[in-house]
């Protein structure tokens, strides 16, 4: 059913706490946690404890709480002490989205004026 756990999904076991995270903040409906294998020195993901395939049909079905994945990615950065950041969504693995469980990326702490890519 549409935003239950999938088991194949790595992060519904970090929601459900079965495989270890850095989280950095929590909400009833989120969760932020370090990137494993960060590209910034700021690199958090939020993601909802609810299994969507990606951002957007996150916002279709549960459009609360994917405002919320904005609101607590700004509380992140605001944590982290940066102004400046980006927030990404990849949505399609040609588009290098690896985890199909929706979530927004966090980058901060450098530049990143060099452009989109
Ligand atoms: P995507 O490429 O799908 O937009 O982003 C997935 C992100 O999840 C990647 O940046 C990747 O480094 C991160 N990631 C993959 N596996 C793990 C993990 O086990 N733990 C954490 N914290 N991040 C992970
Ligand atoms: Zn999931």
């Given at each position: 059913m549409a935003g239950e756990p999938q088991h194949d999904c790595l992060f519904c076991k970090i929601v459900a706490g079965e495989i270890p995270a850095t989280v950095v903040r929590k909400t009833a409906d989120t969760i932020a946690f370090r990137d494993?294998?960060?590209?910034?020195?700021t690199h958090v993901l939020v993601i909802p404890h609810v299994h969507y395939p990606n951002a957007a049909a996150l916002a279709a079905a549960e459009p609360a709480i994917a405002a919320e994945l904005l609101t607590e990615a700004a509380e992140v950065a605001r944590e982290e002490g940066i102004e400046d950041y980006r927030m990404i969504f990849n949505t399609g693995a040609g588009a290098g989205?690896?985890?199909?469980?929706a979530h927004v990326h966090i980058l901060g702490g450098k530049p990143l004026r060099e452009g989109m890519v």
């Amino acid at each position: 059913m549409a935003g239950e756990p999938q088991h194949d999904c790595l992060f519904c076991k970090i929601v459900a706490g079965e495989i270890p995270a850095t989280v950095v903040r929590k909400t009833a409906d989120t969760i932020a946690f370090r990137d494993i294998h960060p590209q910034a020195p700021t690199h958090v993901l939020v993601i909802p404890h609810v299994h969507y395939p990606n951002a957007a049909a996150l916002a279709a079905a549960e459009p609360a709480i994917a405002a919320e994945l904005l609101t607590e990615a700004a509380e992140v950065a605001r944590e982290e002490g940066i102004e400046d950041y980006r927030m990404i969504f990849n949505t399609g693995a040609g588009a290098g989205q690896t985890i199909f469980h929706a979530h927004v990326h966090i980058l901060g702490g450098k530049p990143l004026r060099e452009g989109m890519v």
